[in-house]
């Protein structure tokens, strides 16, 4: 596991600002020897649903919005909170990504081709394979980043002129990535 890595799971798992007070004010399990477990229960979630905690700990002591860590906190309670699991996680995040990207093409340049081209070309990116195995909000971020582009992409054609429904579904998934 990462630094990142374990960042997120105390993060998603309810227990970073636990942790921050832990080991900015000393007491135990730090500057103590003590069993594994009594670290290894930071990435656990012991209260499921605490997306209050998780949130203001990000706030905080973390500078990302909270939406990723509490989809991770979801997914954790059912897959629990490691490495394979986020990874798992990820790839769930990163396939709409590359049907959404595959859409992007396909209304750019109207070539079923060259839009398969271009998520391949996605999918097989340094850049994305590298963090995609990372447990950090890059796959979500991608998702949300192609889906709004498709939604803005969207509004600059004249005919049909966009209606209400496109309208609330832009703010929703712009409102949606500030968390």
Not at 71 to 95: E, Q
Not at 148 to 158: A, F, H, M, V
Request: glycine residues 10%.
């Amino acid at each position: 596991v990462g630094f990142d890595d374990g960042i997120t799971f105390l993060a998603a798992s309810g227990h970073e600002g636990e942790y921050h007070r832990m080991t900015e004010s000393g007491s135990p399990p730090s500057g103590e020897w003590v069993k594994g477990s009594d670290w290894k229960r930071y990435l656990r979630i012991e209260e499921p649903l605490c997306f209050r905690r998780i949130g203001a700990d990000l706030a905080e002591y973390d500078v990302h919005p909270p939406l990723y860590f509490w989809l991770l906190h979801l997914f954790g309670l059912l897959a629990g909170l490691s490495p394979l699991p986020a990874a798992l996680f990820n790839l769930l995040l990163f396939l709409p990504t590359l049907a959404l990207l595959f859409g992007l093409g396909r209304r750019l340049g109207g070539d079923e081709a060259a839009a398969a081209l271009a998520a391949f070309a996605g999918a097989l990116s340094p850049a994305v394979l590298m963090v995609s195995w990372v447990a950090r909000m890059y796959c979500l971020l991608s998702l949300w980043g192609v889906l709004l582009l498709l939604l803005i992409w969207r509004w600059r054609l004249p005919d049909p002129a966009p209606g209400w429904p496109a309208f609330i579904a832009l703010s929703a998934v712009a409102a949606a990535g500030l968390l």
